[in-house]
């Protein structure tokens, strides 16, 4: 094997408790045992740790247990209080928001700041701006001083800037991709994109379903020790044996299945793709009507619950779908055992492979907690030998006339 592209060894990070802001600092960057008379605080502990080349790499855990601390030592942004950090240079990091952002400057001076932070020339940038701004989409607000911008706009800058380093290692706090969901799918084509080159993705992410779908192993800190090495399903399961009453910072629940997470008060039975007789397919014809058939058992009453599926392509990118909230259809489940929900409709779906996805859920505290997911585990095919752009077929009629 070879020699790891990130290595720590014995790497501990201790912070002061004190209130001066100067011992805090020192704290950052030094070894707090120097400070005499002041609380210290364990952050990270004794953490061995390697990952290679071309790894994407999950972290999860409760808030406070050491995850952004553990992507600064990493990036170094902090110097560890003991043990010794080996990492490529040629690593690009978005942990803070606003890190290495002037807000009293202009966006488009910002761009420039930020390159150079990860040291590209003013000449390279100025090459590549076009590129830059296309990604950010905000190209109306460059002259705009970044006080001004929402924090959306924030990530939409640093992360564009990144877009154009060729990193061998990005790390990220997927915390931050806030705004819309358009500019955090194009991030995601982008990480997608960056793991398919071979560059190694290190994420601190409270989802399971990014840290299943995006890496293929996972690390679970507890108090700054890891607990668990492995993967993802496994780790995210044993983060929630772990946490009390399911009450943790991540937003689904996965089981030992490969394909599947949630707590299930609600299983999912038995799922597929029927034809106009009954017949059960996997091959799609984008002119014929089908009927998606999830059957479901009911563990624990539930109070109004979701049924759904999609349709996504094999980079996670969700095709078509439908659901009991988006489609109004509430359903009481008051002395139910057995449910069996159904869809019924054309699944336009252009050439290629994809995979269906169900799923139900329920809504606590304005959060989707997942009762059952299965994802990823039944493959569809539309082998059909109509073509059109995209991945939806349009089924249209072209009528050309001459004059």
Known sequence: MSDPIIQLSGVSKNFVGNSSGISKLFSMFSDSHFIKNTKVHN????INLSIYDGEAVGIIGRNGAGKSTLLKLIAGIYKPSSGLIKATNNLAAIIELSAGINKELSGYENIFILGQLHGLSKDYLQERLEDIIEFSELRDYLEEKVST?????????????????NPKVFIIDEALLVGDVFFQAKCNKFLQEFKKNGNTL????????????LCGRAILLENGTISFDGKPSEAIDLYVKKSESNKSTLTA?????????????ISISSFGIYDSNGIEVSNINPFDIYTIKIKYKINNQVL??????FISDKYGKRIIGQNTLKAEKKIELSSVKFLEISFTQQLPLNSGEYFLNVGCSKIVDSNIVSLHRIYNKVTIYASHKFKAVGLIFPNDTINIHKS
């Open 43 to 46: 952050v990270i502990n004794n």
């Open 149 to 165: 911008y929402s924090s959306g706009m924030i990530l939409r800058l640093s992360f564009s800037v990144i877009t154009i380093i």
């Open 202 to 213: 290190i994420l601190v992410s409270h989802s399971a379903r990014s840290v299943i779908e």
């Open 253 to 265: 629940h996965t089981n030992d299945s490969k394909h599947e997470y949630g707590t299930k008060e």
């Open 304 to 309: 109004n619950p979701i049924f759904g599926y």
